[in-house]
């Protein structure tokens, strides 16, 4: 019997050791890749000209007039730190849980989102990115692990392509790669292209060119089939603030089947921190 105990002891500190090496191994990967995305910072960007967008349909001149004020450096990059609510079930029952995040933004190259969580007892914590989706509970034991596949970079490019249209307006200025279009009188579409993919996004602005609201097409398989399609996906921004030449927003509230009555928002975040890091040298 004795014997029988030692070997499960030792069997569950293994184990232990084996998960806490992993979950280390991962924190790794975030911090490189967030490390990556922040060296794409322009070292010398160029200033924002009134110029740059007048080619544009009315409605992106009158966003890029808001967000962008003259002779602004056009970072890229942002890192942002928020605080928020995070759903892990359905507009029903959403079961919000506390969260905050560390997040790089670096559109169209990638993203990092970094978060940890809590709901009553019980503890999560992990990232999502351009390349993974993985989340740990009381950072011990993994319960989703995916990404890697065409599905999951498809699906993350609409995420960070539009929230691009949220903190790093500088990076969907027109340009070979990425297009804009009118919808209507207060809504213009730009199209992003990299890597192969493309994504469009919708942006509403007010009569003074504030960001309404963002709305996009995105590949994702958050429905009851389980099954990789496009649909509806966006939010709701308000609270802006001016940081280093931009207005961004504050506030953020976005989820699925935006637009429709089965829309309710599984992300509602505060930013507390917003910054342009400049690139290392």
Not at 68 to 79: C, K, M, N, R, S
Not at 159 to 170: D, N, S
Not at 174 to 185: F, I, L, M, S, Y
């Amino acid at each position: 019997m004795k014997v029988l105990l030692l070997v499960a002891f030792v069997f569950v500190v293994l184990l232990l050791v084996g998960l806490l090496g992993w979950r280390q191994l991962d924190n790794r990967g975030d911090w490189s890749e967030m490390n990556r995305l922040r060296a794409l910072q322009p070292e010398e960007p160029e200033r924002f000209s009134q110029a740059m967008v007048s080619d544009l349909p009315e409605p992106a001149r009158r966003y890029f007039s808001f967000a962008i004020d003259e002779g602004t450096p056009l970072y890229t990059v942002a890192q942002i730190e928020m605080e928020g609510q995070f759903s892990l079930g359905s507009k029903d029952v959403p079961n919000y849980m506390n969260m905050s995040a560390t997040q790089v933004l670096a559109a169209p190259d990638g993203f990092v989102w970094k978060m940890a969580g809590r709901l009553g007892l019980m503890r999560m914590s992990g990232s999502d990115s351009g390349r993974w989706t993985r989340f740990w509970l009381v950072g011990l034991i993994p319960v989703a692990r995916f990404g890697g596949d065409a599905d999951h970079t498809r699906s993350a490019f609409g995420r960070y392509v539009a929230e691009a249209a949220f903190w790093t307006p500088a990076a969907i200025l027109p340009g070979p790669n990425v297009t804009w279009e009118a919808v209507d009188q207060d809504t213009a579409r730009y199209t992003i292209h990299n890597g192969g993919i493309a994504q469009s996004v919708d942006v509403t602005v007010d009569s003074d060119g504030q960001p309404t609201r963002v709305a996009f097409e995105r590949w994702s398989n958050a429905n009851p089939e389980g099954v990789h399609r496009l649909q509806p996906f966006g939010g709701y921004l308000t609270d802006f603030q001016l940081v280093q030449g931009f207005r961004v927003p504050m506030h953020v509230e976005a989820g699925n089947w935006f637009g429709t009555d089965d829309y309710f928002p599984f992300f509602i975040a505060n930013v507390t921190e917003l910054a342009y890091p400049a690139r290392a040298p």
